[in-house]
């Protein structure tokens, strides 16, 4: 039998002894609780930098394939048409370059996977005409 002492949350056993076991349900579920609040934290920032490397991927590639379109018009040409199509897909290009007929475009793509840090997915990529 338990009997009440003074206050709603103060319980005796038989014996005389404190009830040790009350509330010991509540701090298990709450340290569950910010168990899985930090799993999905880090799984939301794991995500946010492979989605952020796949802009940066797909802004690279469209923009050297836009590049190589204009390799005769010269470097100026080439490399503004790749940025321009960077730019519209979310990258900052950061690099561009001829290399005989090809263009390899650079490009950059921030992001912020926690409050208060960011960082930075780069990719490179290559287009130009097909060699047989």
Do not use: K
Request: charge should be neutral.
């Amino acid at each position: 039998m338990v009997r009440r002492t003074h206050g709603p949350d103060s319980e005796l056993r038989e014996d005389g002894s404190p009830d040790s076991q009350r509330g010991g349900a509540t701090v298990l579920v709450l340290a569950i609780g910010l168990v899985f609040l930090l799993v999905g934290t880090f799984g939301a920032a794991v995500a946010a930098a492979q989605l952020a490397g796949q802009r940066a991927g797909v802004a690279a590639d469209l923009g050297a394939l836009a590049g190589a379109a204009r390799p005769l018009e010269g470097e100026a040409m080439a490399c503004a048409s790749a940025g321009d199509i960077a730019s519209r897909n979310a990258g900052r290009m950061v690099g561009c370059r001829l290399d005989g007929l090809d263009v390899l475009v650079t490009v950059e793509v921030a992001f912020t996977p926690l409050p208060g840090l960011s960082r930075v997915a780069t990719s490179t990529a290559r287009a130009g005409p097909v060699r047989g």
